[in-house]
């Protein structure tokens, strides 16, 4: 099946710092969705982005299908942004799977 | 619009016993699946369903049935736990069917903690 690493897996930035997260997948996807995991453990999803750039208040994402990597970018971090942050991809032909990776963990200190 | 709701949020059981855990969405998604979460590996997909009366594996199904008989409802049955199955339980929905929509997006459960002793 489909392979997915993130990188790093673990970050801690100070307040108002900026960080790029990193997602590589061993083959073309039809679905890429990025989603933060809270410290009580609510899943909330952050950008549906199979190919190209998306933006979200001071979060944006880029994903290089052809290079197989997605990039999140967060800016001026707060330290409601702590949590775990996961890529999940899919390939149909692998069946209707999402596949998450191990996730990066980010701590925000004030 | 309550989204995906799951039930219990917490159970203990003893090797051996079995539960369900319940999954009911009300988005009309036909999409719904269940994940487990151990620490640092991230979420493994444990079984999916595309719609009523359809099923498959992800990619740990071993020790867990499901059944879709509605679209609603998405329930994971455990037959007999094993401590192995400790873990956070977590069912998520989307539409299906729509390769290149927002509307893709999975939508999660809040989770359900199991510890089998």
């Known amino acids: 099946g489909i392979q997915v690493e993130q990188s790093p897996p673990d970050l801690i930035l100070q307040e108002g710092a900026n960080s790029t997260l990193r997602c590589n997948f061993s083959?073309?996807?039809?679905?890429l969705q990025w989603f933060h995991q809270n410290p009580w453990g609510q899943l909330i999803n952050l950008f549906y982005?199979?190919?190209g750039t998306k933006q979200n208040g001071r979060l944006s994402a880029t994903t290089v299908a052809t290079e197989r990597y997605s990039l999140l970018y967060i800016s001026s971090s707060q330290t409601t942004d702590s949590g775990v942050y996961f890529c999940?991809?899919?390939?149909?032909?692998?069946?209707?799977?999402?596949?998450f990776g191990a996730g990066t963990i980010l701590r925000v200190k004030s | 619009n309550a989204g995906v709701t799951q039930t219990p949020k917490f159970q203990v059981l003893k090797t051996g016993q079995s539960m369900t855990l319940q999954c009911a969405q009300d988005?009309?998604?036909?999409?719904m699946s269940w994940y487990r979460q151990d620490p640092g590996m991230g979420l493994r997909l444990i079984h999916y369903?595309?719609?009523?009366?359809?099923?498959d594996q992800g990619e740990v199904p071993n020790g867990y049935n499901v059944s879709r008989s509605t679209t609603e409802d998405f329930p994971l049955r455990l037959l007999s736990a094993a401590p192995s199955q400790t873990s956070v339980y977590f069912c998520?929905?989307?539409?299906?069917?729509?390769?290149?929509?927002?509307?893709?997006?999975?939508?999660f459960g809040a989770g359900s903690r199991l510890t089998v002793l």
């Open positions: 998520a929905s989307r539409r299906w069917g729509q390769k290149h929509s927002g509307a893709n997006v999975l939508t």
């Open positions: 083959d073309s996807v039809n679905n």
């Open positions: 982005i199979p190919s």
């Open positions: 999940a991809v899919l390939n149909m032909e692998y069946g209707n799977k999402l596949v």
């Open positions: 988005m009309n998604h036909e999409y």
């Open positions: 369903s595309v719609g009523a009366g359809i099923t």
